[in-house]
C-alpha cells in the first residue's frame, strides 16, 4: 500500500502560480495530477510515466507542468497562469499497474487526501 500526501495548495490571483507536491511512501509506477470542483465529476489534469513521458489535459496545456523524482518518490504539479476555472481539489494519484499514463481516475488505486486550489478572479 503506497500512502500519497499533497502539499502546495492555496488561494492565488488569476495568473498567477502555485506549485503542488505529492509526496509517496512507496514507487509507483505512473503518476497523476486530477482535480474535482463542487458539483463536478473528478477531472483528469495530467500524468506522467516512470521514464518520464508527460500527458496533459488540453485545459491545461502550456500552462501546468508534471514532474517526478523517482528517487525521492515525489510528484510536482507547477501551475502557471492560473484562471479561476482551475479552482478544485487536486488530487495525486498512482498506480503500479501500468508503466503507461492514463486518463482514467478508476486506472490508479492509490490516492492522496487532496489540496485546495482557489484562483481568484
Known amino acids: 500500500q503506497v500512502q500519497l500526501v499533497e502539499s502546495g495548495g492555496g488561494l492565488v490571483q488569476a495568473g498567477g502560480s502555485l506549485r503542488l507536491s505529492c509526496a509517496a511512501s512507496?514507487?509507483?509506477?505512473?503518476s497523476a495530477w486530477f482535480r474535482q470542483a463542487p458539483g463536478k465529476e473528478r477531472q483528469f489534469v495530467a500524468a506522467i510515466s516512470w521514464s518520464g513521458s508527460s500527458t496533459y489535459a488540453d485545459s491545461v496545456k502550456g500552462r501546468f507542468t508534471i514532474s517526478r523524482d523517482n528517487a525521492k518518490n515525489t510528484l510536482n504539479l507547477q501551475m502557471n497562469s492560473l484562471k479561476p476555472e482551475d479552482t478544485a481539489v487536486y488530487y495525486c494519484?498512482?498506480?503500479?499497474?501500468?508503466?503507461?499514463?492514463?486518463?482514467?481516475?478508476?486506472?490508479?488505486?492509490?490516492w492522496g487526501q487532496g489540496t485546495q486550489v482557489t484562483v481568484s478572479s
Open positions: 494519484a498512482g498506480t503500479m499497474k501500468r508503466y503507461s499514463n492514463s486518463y482514467y481516475a478508476n486506472d490508479y488505486e492509490y
Open positions: 512507496g514507487r509507483t509506477r505512473s
